[in-house]
């Protein structure tokens, strides 16, 4: 598949529908550019780690601890296995 991009003034580009079809990118995705042997290769993201925020479930403490209880006694448990 052959794809002409053209090169604006403000060094922007716009990918061809096909292309990026055929990449399986949508809006918001995110693409990387490799130059190899003087060639650009194109891979596909996805979305970026600040698109997921809100996509998680809020976390529910157990009453009466603080997320500072939690990494305390994570640490504290994990420093017990580890120096047995």
Known sequence: MQNLIAITTKRQATFP???LEA???KPGDRIRANI???KVILEPMGKGI?????TMPKLKLPKGKTVDDLI???R???FA???R
């Not at 600040?50 to 809100?54: F, Q, R, T």
Request: aromatic share 4%; charged share 35%.
């Open 17 to 19: 529908k096909k292309l």
């Open 23 to 25: 990449l399986g990118v």
């Open 36 to 38: 190899i042997d003087n």
């Open 50 to 54: 600040l698109d997921l925020v809100g």
């Open 72 to 74: 305390i006694e994570a």
């Open 81 to 83: 296995k580890t120096l």
């Open 76 to 78: 504290d448990e994990y």
